[in-house]
């Protein structure tokens, strides 16, 4: 079975410069979610998706970041304009919708530099 | 709040050797608690889960972990280290009887193992 797909892996962008990450994930995993990975931290969330539906964001940025999940399938996540503090790994995760006891599937991560 | 303590920035050990990685939590209810690991520029990768039962879980690579309510901890062991077993490993816990962002999954800050040989 593939796993969580991201692309692209790494990208390197100067300031206030929009930039896109995108996700697959693994197929019939109903439930998506994006993370921010700083350096020596642990995951935080950004955006939980339950199919099309967006059911918390209570943690994204809005006035720089956006996210879709057109489908229910594929993701993106985008940030305009990116400041030198975005500079972290994107995760992306998804997992079956049977609970709060599901693992959750990671992606490699987009690694965003920005300058 | 839910929130999740990994008290070591660094565990260094030797191949061959017993090795624990710490864990605490702090959640109003019965948790749910996961250990994950990270190998250099790879996502992060499910190693095992308590959600209820038996205080001791086995995982994956050889890896359990115990859980003990009344030390709110949930401890990552191993009973014999590999080199391979270095990475970085996440512990992290979700309160499963909140909705919304109060059910989300907490992760620790991460705990860099080392096994020499």
């Known amino acids: 079975e593939a796993g969580v797909v991201q692309s692209p892996r790494y990208k390197i962008i100067e300031k206030k410069q929009p930039v896109a990450f995108w996700c697959n994930p693994i197929?019939?995993?109903?439930?998506l979610y994006w993370y921010l990975q700083n350096l020596g931290q642990g995951p935080e969330l950004l955006i939980r998706y339950e199919n099309e539906e967006a059911v918390d964001d209570s943690q994204l940025p809005k006035d720089r970041f956006s996210a879709e999940r057109l489908k229910g399938v594929d993701s993106t996540l985008k940030i305009q304009p990116a400041e030198l503090g975005d500079s972290a790994v994107y995760l992306c995760a998804s997992s079956l919708d049977r609970g709060p006891g599901d693992e959750q599937f990671f992606g490699p991560g987009t690694r965003l530099t920005v300058l | 709040a839910q929130s999740v303590a990994q008290p070591e920035d660094q565990v260094n050990v030797a191949e061959g050797n017993p090795l624990t990685v710490k864990c605490t939590y702090s959640?109003?209810?019965?948790?749910?608690l996961f250990w994950y690991v990270q190998y250099p520029n790879r996502g992060l990768q499910f190693l095992l889960k308590?959600?209820?039962?038996?205080?001791l879980v086995k995982g994956s690579y050889g890896f359990e972990a115990e859980f003990n309510k009344s030390q709110t901890s949930f401890h990552l062991k191993k009973p014999s280290a590999l080199v391979s077993d270095s990475a970085l490993y996440f512990c992290a816990v979700r309160d499963p009887f909140r909705g919304g962002s109060q059910g989300n999954l907490i992760f620790g800050k991460g705990t860099k193992l080392s096994v020499k040989p």
């Open positions: 959640v109003s209810g019965n948790p749910y």
């Open positions: 308590y959600i209820t039962g038996d205080n």
């Open positions: 197929s019939g995993h109903n439930t």
